[in-house]
């Protein structure tokens, strides 16, 4: 039994809607995604910086490993 013109239509319009609920579920992951490497990207600037500010005080020797003038 082959379909008629009206079935056929009314299942491609079936389909349709599926694909356009599935790109709308799609597009809100990439969405939240999109949100979350940006806070990240931020994030990690901000490690960055704190890291580079932190750096040359790191660098500095211990009272305790310096040696006194005397020696």
Do not use: C, W
């Not at 491609?12 to 939240?32: H, M, P, S, T, Y």
């Not at 490690?47 to 500095?60: C, D, F, I, K, V």
């Amino acid at each position: 039994m082959s379909e008629t013109s009206d079935e056929r239509i009314i299942n491609l319009e079936i389909k349709q809607a599926f694909v356009e609920r599935g790109l709308e579920e799609l597009d809100a992951v990439v969405r939240g995604l999109n949100l979350e490497v940006e806070r990240l990207r931020k994030e990690v600037s901000r490690l960055q910086r704190q890291l580079s500010e932190e750096a040359p005080g790191a660098m500095r020797p211990r009272l305790e490993d310096e040696v006194p003038p005397h020696y």
